[in-house]
Each structure stands twice: as C-alpha cells, then as structure tokens.
C-alpha cells in the first residue's frame, strides 16, 4: 500500500517518537521498586559475567541477564562466590543481598541495569517499525509505532530486568526477519533469521514455540504454486535457520555442558528434576537430551522447571481464586488490560483485509500471536499478562495498518483515528509512572484493578519506593505492611505481616492477633492467590473494604483497628515447623499450640499441631489433630487445601499410604 508520508515526515516521526518512549521508561524506572524477580536475575547476570556460573537462576536462560548485568561491570561491587545449597533458594537469598547489601546504592545499581535491559524495547520498537513499513509502508509504520510507544503493557515490562520483553522482541525479530527470507530468499537473510532465532532461545525457555512458528507460517506458503521447490527450499532453509539456532544458544553458555563451575552442582540434579515430572514423555525427552549433550545443561534444567510449572499455579481473575489456572484467564485479562482504542482498532481490522489485498503479510501477523495465545490458554500459569507480551507487537502492527487505511477514506475518519490514537496515548500517560496495574476505563481504571487480577497484572513490589514516600509524608512511622519484598530494604519503618509467597518457608516475627493504627496491605495479598479463596485468606476482609487510600494503585492503605489473628495463626505455625526441624520440640508445641487457640479453625494450623506432636510421640493427641485438619479441609474448600496447602497434602499421602486413618 503506497504512503502518503514524505521520507523526511516518516524519519522525524519515528525519531520523535522512539525519544518519547525513551523518556517514559526512564522517567517511569526511577520512581519503581524491585520487582520480585530482578535481584536473582541481576544477580545472576552477574555471576555469568564473573564465575560462568550458568547455574545462578537457571530457570531463565542467560541473554536478558547478561544485558542487564553488562553495566555492572565498571561499578566497584562487592562480588559474591559461587553460591551453593538449593539452586532457586539459595540464588533467589543471593540476589537480595547482592542488590541491596552491596557497596553501590541499590537503586543505582537497579537503574543502571534497567536502563540497559530496556535496549530491547527501543530494538523492538524499531522491528515494529520496519515491519510495518515493510509490510504495509510508512504510514502504517507511524501509527503502528504511536500504539506501541504508549502501550502501557509494554510500558510496565519494558526497562525491567525480566524476561519477557527479551522474549518478545525475539520472537517478533524471528518472524520478520523469516517473513523477509520467505519473500525474498537469499544467505544473508537466512543467517539473519538464524541469529534471531537464536537471541530468542537465549531469552526465555517459553520462546522455544519460536520453532513451531516458524513451521507453521512455512506450512502457509505451500498454499501458493510450485508446492515440492517451495517444500524443498523451505524445508533446507528452516534447517539452516535452526542449526545457526542451536550454535548461537550454545554460545551463551560458552559451549560448556556442564551448568556450574568444577566443584558445583546443581540442587536437585537434572535427573532428580526431570524424574518428578508428571508426564513420564516429558521426562524421557529431557533424559535423552541430557545424556546426548544435545543442549547445555542449565538450558535443560529451566525447561524442566517451565515443565513442572506448567502443571499450574492457583489464579485470581474477577474476585475468585481459582487453585489452577483458567483457559480463559489470557483472553479476559487481555481485554481489561489493552486500552480501549487498540482494542476497538483490532476488532476493525477485517474491514481492511479486502483493501490492503496482503494475504501472506496477514498470515505472518495472525498466526504467530493467535498461536501462542492458544499455548498460553492451555498452560496452568496464570500469572500474568506478561506471559502474552509476544502476542503485543504482531497486533499493533495490524492494529496500525487499520488504523492507517481506515484514516485514509476521509477527513472525518482521519480526525476519528487521530482522535482514537490520542485517546490510547492519554488513557496511558494516566496511569504513569504505574504501568502495571493498568486498566482500561470500562474495567474500571488503574484504582479498580487489584480487584479484577492480581501478581505481576497489579502488585509485583514495585510501589515500595512510593510508599516510603507517602509515609514521610504523612509522618506514619507506626505502621504494619505486608508485601512480597522486605520493605526495610527501602527505609520503611512499618513492621511486617507474613506474605503468602515467602511465609512458609521464612515466617518471621508473629504479629499480635489484633492491631491498631495503620496498615498497609499488598494487593496480591488481599486478594489472596497465594492464600486460597474466602476464609483461607487471612487478609480477606480488607479486599472486601475501601481502602483510606492506595499507594501507586497497588499498595491498600487502611486505619482504625484490625483483627488478623488468622494471619498471626499462621506465622505461630509456620513458626513452630520451622524450629521443629531444629529438634527444639518444646518451642515448637508451644508455636503450634498458640497457633491452634487463635485460630482453631485453620485446617493447616491442625495439620502443623498434628506433625509437632506425633514427632514428640504424643500419637493420641497428634492423631486428634491430623483428624481435625482433615475434617475442616475436606469442608472449606477442599479443592484449593487439600492440593495446595503443603502441610495438609503432606497429611493426605501419609493417609492414603496407610499411615492415619
């Protein structure tokens, strides 16, 4: 489709606005806490850069962290050895204090890394860019890069030092560059897509559906003449492309099998990881793999571990927790998170099919994010329109080219689309410098968010540099918070509340059962994904109360006095498990015993008191207990206790292997 834009209008255009999404990531970044994930990601960039040790955080593969840790480089830190014990505990224990125990401010070395992870949305707003132009031309181009360049989905991930944004422009990277072979064959082009696919697989374990993609939209190009010489010269060119592929993502691991240096192993093994799979073909693939040396071994072990969450994680979607993920989780999400305009643009897309008249440039922008739309709807982790993030940019190029040929039937429809493009542009600049919790205004707003989805949709830790703010300004200095990163490390004085992600395994001081004064309650944590629906959250009444007031649109404040004796309960236990493993059995029983009178209602509470007093071989008191908790599981919501709960599933086999009846 021809362009009415000079080349001049179209250069100043994209060069504007490539500065203005420049400038919104930078600006936004600053006022942003750690995000749950960044300090192990960082750390580990780190000790891939300083050790080779492919074996910090070796859920991810290594790309994004490398970028992000690069700048670390020529800081005088203070580095950490080569870090032994549990692979994900230990690195995750790691991470913290190398971010925020180092010789640097914490948020200069967390700034400094952001900014170099966000090249990747700078290179993927100029692939958007050039895709567009390619495809459609320079006007489609410009409108196409005004939606990404006020996307606040891509906004909230877009300079974090995750995953997801080094996912999507890979896989976007992938397509264009094997849409550009597919249209005009020759080597460069082909070892251009080979590279692309390789930056992918370095990415994210996820991005591996690159390979099927690029399958698929071969498959599509045997629908035109000449299908053998299309089929053979294809089928040599996606062998080309995979085999540079696989030696570009040996590259990142320095062609080294091994995950860790000499001395160091990882914890569980590969084959103890791969062995707990539920799928015995899923288990068998990667044992081959493994034995053959086909890929590094820390490439293994993270898709093995992408394999065991794949089994499911519990979600909250519309004010319900669900113990596992949902099929129309992304779909829903999806549609409360795009701003209005893009969606209205998407839904008009097929007015414009006949007009433009570019069917294999359609297949190329459909296939690939409807396909991995599918993947995503049929996987158990719902956590997070993130995971959909690769969907993103194939639809704003569609959404784009709409927008262009809908604009050029008339004054009136161009006012329409400009009007259309503003609205999307100021609907985002609303929520800045909080991105995440975005919403778009029929859903309800940023405010209404937390209490459609939650996890890295609303809360994901990055408001506590706004809360020690608010608080400084309202002089509050005698608080309690609950949130999934330790707020001390941001000088806020509040004491803490257990959080649903961490309490179990370090459950730390118990509150008292009744607090007065002010609290400040994560949103993920009145939601309760982590705790489990209704009673089982132990903050629930403060999802079904107005807050006094909302910190960055994710952190709920409240004041007056507050009954959390079920969150108090559960710390005592917790408690009381934790010493138990010291053989400290007296405070334990005195743990799990003041637990059980706050909250006697709590089936694991009565699982925990139950596992204290059959190890003091008080079996007639502990078997009263096992009894108890299992009798209130298997009526409060057993679908979500009696699978989720750790301590009850632990009863339910001991049960069902013969031991309590």
């Known amino acids: 489709m021809p362009s009415a834009l000079s080349t001049r209008t179209y250069l100043a255009a994209v060069t504007a606005l490539l500065l203005v999404l420049a400038a919104e990531l930078v600006l936004s970044i600053r006022q942003q806490s750690q995000t749950i994930d960044e300090a192990v990601h960082l750390f580990s960039g780190n000790q891939y850069w300083e050790h080779r040790d492919f074996g910090a955080n070796p859920e991810h593969p290594p790309l994004v962290k490398l970028i992000a840790a ?92 995750t995953t997801d944004m080094g996912a999507t422009c890979g896989i976007f990277a992938s397509v264009f560059t094997f849409y550009r072979y597919v249209k005009q064959p020759s080597a460069v082009r082909l070892i251009t897509s080979g590279i692309a696919v390789a930056l992918t697989l370095a990415a994210k374990h996820s991005a591996l559906v690159i390979t099927g993609l690029l399958v698929l939209l071969a498959l599509t190009e045997l629908l035109r003449r000449d299908r053998l010489e299309t089929a053979k010269r294809l089928t040599t060119a996606l062998l080309g492309i995979f085999t540079i592929a696989l030696v570009g993502l ?88 795009a701003t209005i305009p893009f969606l209205a643009l998407l839904m008009a897309a097929p007015l414009t099919l006949k007009k433009v008249k570019a069917r294999r440039e359609f297949l190329f922008l459909i296939i690939p994010p409807a396909t991995f739309l599918a993947i995503s709807m049929a996987s158990g982790l719902n956590i997070g329109i993130r995971h959909i993030l690769p969907i993103f940019p194939f639809l704003i ?36 410098p909080n991105y995440f919790p975005y919403s778009n205004e029929i859903a309800g707003g940023p405010s209404h968010s937390y209490r459609l989805m939650t996890d890295a949709n609303v809360d994901w830790s990055q408001g506590l540099i706004q809360t020690a703010t608010y608080l400084a300004d309202h002089h509050i200095t005698d608080c309690w918070i609950t949130n999934r990163i330790d707020s001390r490390f941001y000088g806020i004085p509040c004491k803490q509340l257990p959080n649903g992600l961490t309490f179990r395994r370090s459950p730390g001081t118990p509150a008292p059962p009744n607090i007065q004064g002010t609290i400040l309650i994560s949103a993920n944590e009145a939601a ?134």
């Not at 125990?101 to 890394?113: E, K």
């Not at 459609?136 to 006020?150: E, I, N, S, T």
């Not at 262009?404 to 259309?420: P, V």
Request: charged fraction near 15%.
């Open 397 to 432: 190029v569609l959404a784009g080219m709409t927008a262009y040929t809908l604009a050029q039937r008339s004054r009136f429809a161009m006012s329409f689309i400009g009007a259309a493009i503003l609205f999307h542009a100021v609907s985002s600049l609303h929520a800045f």
């Open 70 to 161: 690069a700048p670390l480089r020529f800081l005088d830190l203070r580095q950490l050895p080569v870090i032994q014990g549990n692979t994900k505990r230990a690195n995750g224990d790691a991470g913290l204090e190398f971010l925020h125990r180092n010789n640097v401010d914490s948020q200069t070395i967390l700034f400094r890394a952001r900014i170099a992870a966000s090249l990747l949305t700078l290179v993927l707003a100029i692939l958007v860019a050039l895709c567009a132009r390619d495809m459609f031309g320079q006007g489609p181009a410009v409108f196409a890069l005004a939606l990404l360049v006020f996307e606040p989905n891509i906004l909230a991930n877009g300079a974090l030092i």
């Open 528 to 661: 309760g994904q982590a705790w489990g629906p209704g009673e089982l959250n132990p903050y629930h009444q403060f999802f079904d109360r107005q807050p006094d007031d909302i910190i960055a649109n994710s952190i709920l404040v409240f004041r007056g006095t507050f009954d959390v004796s079920r969150a108090s309960a559960l710390s005592h236990a917790e408690m009381a498990q934790q010493v138990l493993t010291q053989k400290k059995y007296a405070d334990a029983l005195t743990e799990a015993q003041t637990a059980a009178q706050t909250f006697p209602g709590s089936a694991e509470v009565q699982a925990i008191l139950c596992q204290v007093l059959k190890q003091m071989n008080q079996e007639k008191e502990g078997q009263r207990a096992c009894d108890q908790a299992l009798s209130i599981a298997r009526s409060v919501h057993p679908e979500y206790q009696l699978k989720r709960v750790p301590a009850l599933r632990a009863l339910v086999e001991n049960t069902n292997d013969g031991g309590s009846r």
């Open 250 to 337: 040996w590259s990142f691991y320095t062609f080294r099998y091994a995950a860790r240096p000499e001395g160091a192993a990882l914890s569980p093994t590969l084959d103890a990881l791969a062995h707990s799979l539920r799928s015995g073909l899923q288990s068998k693939v990667i044992l081959a793999m493994a034995q053959a040396h086909f890929l590094p071994e820390s490439y293994l072990w993270g898709l093995t571990d992408v394999f065991a969450a794949d089994e499911g994680r519990p979600t909250f979607l519309l004010g319900q927790v669900y113990p596992t993920g949902q099929w129309f989780y992304f779909p829903l999400v999806f549609l409360i998170k």
